[in-house]
Nanobody, 120 residues
Framework: QVQLVESGGGLVQAGGSLRLSCAASGGTFSIEAMGWYRQAPGKQRELVATIVRGTTTNYADSVKGRFTLFRDNAKNTVHLQMNSLKPEDTAVYYC??????????????WGQGTQVTVSS
């Protein structure tokens, strides 16, 4: 099983910044895509940012220009730099990894979620 360890969540004032990190581990695997989703109270989970095959980065329209997704392939890690945070960004953020494993194939794996709270 691919395990995703998330860090960097917390409480920040509007206009501030946070950096989320997600590291994938668990043996031999190849990452097809990796990124972050979020779910606000009473809302459905939505895509925030994802990088596909280490090249193509996709962002939700609501975070473009404010959030940046970085990758570190050597450590199977992605970092989400969140700047100019707004109260609307408050949510539980979930790391997602689409990975291939020998004998298993390609599956989606999820982190446990990390809380990001932006105060006004």
């Amino acid at each position: 099983q691919v395990q995703l360890v998330e860090s960097g969540g917390g409480l920040v004032q509007a206009g501030g910044s946070l950096r989320l990190s997600c590291a994938a581990s668990g043996g031999t695997f190849s990452i097809e895509a990796m990124g972050w989703y979020r779910q606000a109270p009473g809302k459905q989970r939505e895509l925030v940012a994802t990088i596909v095959r280490g090249t193509t980065t996709n962002y939700a329209d609501s975070v473009k220009g404010r959030f940046t997704l970085f990758r570190d392939n050597a450590k199977n890690t992605v970092h989400l730099q969140m700047n100019s945070l707004k109260p609307e960004d408050t949510a539980v953020y979930y790391c997602n990894c689409n990975a291939w494993r020998p004998g298993i194939g390609t599956r989606n794996y999820w982190g446990q979620g990390t809380q990001v709270t932006v105060s006004s």
